[in-house]
């Protein structure tokens, strides 16, 4: 598992600057705020939420095609021997493919859907952060599907990651007594030293 220090230097290595990782700092920062206001009601392991939420769009360095930087990613980090940050790459994706799918794309024959805490918190939190500001998943699905209008396979099947998204999303608010969007949107200032330190990593 990744130290968070290894995890900005992957995103250094393989970001340079792109306009992306502001995306990846963003959902790192609400994912692990997400993640301390769910610490009472699981275990969760923040370490590896932050770098997986990190890392999640980390294929990106390879192609922005809504499926394959997912596949791209999961096969960037398989191969540096880094699991289960690899699995959330794939996973994150439409909020999880079934084996069938997956061997449509070159990943593995098994199912690619999150399971543990942090896996679904992931992609939760990337389908409410548009570049690097917070939206509403109604707004979020809106955006993917005029985006890839042309993309049948992937525009088909966002209704599905829709339901998930706030199937998860509505019973986290339950559990913590207030919405999502207002933990996630409650910056507390942590990207801004991620930032100057992914900055750093670079020189």
Known sequence: MLARDQSMGLLAEYGRGAAWVTHCLAVADSA?????????????????LWSAALLH????????DPIGHGVE????????????????????ILFGLDASEAIRFGLPARDFFPRTIEERLVPLVDFMIEG?????LDRRFSSLRNRNVKNRFFVDRLGRAQAA????????????GESVENVIACRGGSSRPARRQLDEKRL
Do not use: P, W
Request: proline share 0%; glycine share 6%; with cysteine.
């Open 32 to 48: 692990s705020r997400l993640g301390r206001a769910l610490q009472s009601r699981y275990a969760i392991d923040r370490r590896f």
């Open 57 to 64: 769009d980390i294929g990106r360095c390879v192609t922005h």
């Open 73 to 92: 990613g999961y096969n960037l980090l398989m191969r540096r021997g880094y699991k289960e940050e690899a699995f959330v790459c794939a996973s994150h």
């Open 132 to 136: 690097d500001r917070i939206t509403t």
């Open 165 to 176: 998204a706030r199937s998860f999303m509505i019973q986290i608010s339950m559990e913590i």
